[in-house]
């Protein structure tokens, strides 16, 4: 079955994170796209662990750098999706389609601001009432996932 959505981290830093985000991937029927350099190595087990058994169905593309993975979208920006917390565009206000991108930051500092600036009508957050700066990088990829798919299948 083809991909539903492509989920790309930039240069994740934690391991656990990626694994379980591998697994929501899978769930989900996305494609986990990672670009390096990840603070981590790949075959660590602790991303084995978090992604457990399913990390064998996830269909996974890795990137040396932001520069290796641009060609990939360059032709599709309007299908590109920026999540970060320096916008007031909320996830809630688009309507997605098949095949759409969704690219997360790292853990300590999300995506850099030369890239956020490059896509300004990209850029969408996760709005949240509570207390808090942002919510774990898992978690926040779960929340876009389930939108996403919400949108596509009902």
């Not at 989920?7 to 029927?29: A, D, K, M, S, Y």
């Not at 494609?31 to 087990?45: A, M, Q, R, V, W």
């Not at 979208?73 to 999706?81: A, D, G, L, R, T």
């Not at 709005?127 to 009902?154: C, D, T, W, Y």
Request: proline share 5%; glycine share 8%; aromatic share 12%.
């Amino acid at each position: 079955m083809k991909p539903y959505y492509n989920i790309v981290l930039l240069e994740p830093e934690i391991p656990q994170n990626t694994g379980n985000i591998g697994r929501i991937c899978v769930g989900f029927n996305c494609h986990l796209h990672l670009i390096g350099p990840f603070g981590f190595e790949l075959s660590d087990k602790n991303v084995k662990r978090a992604g457990l058994d399913y990390w064998q169905h996830l269909t996974i593309t890795e990137y040396d750098s932001w520069d290796h993975f641009l060609p990939s979208i360059s032709s599709q920006m309007e299908n590109v999706y920026l999540m970060t917390t320096k916008t007031k565009t909320s996830l809630y206000s688009k309507t997605f389609k098949e095949g759409d991108w969704f690219i997360f930051g790292k853990e300590t500092k999300g995506i850099s601001m030369d890239i956020l600036n490059a896509y300004p009508e990209q850029n969408l957050t996760i709005p949240f009432p509570g207390k808090v700066r942002s919510f774990n990088l898992a978690n926040s990829v779960s929340i876009v996932a389930s939108e996403a798919v919400r949108q596509l299948r009902g």
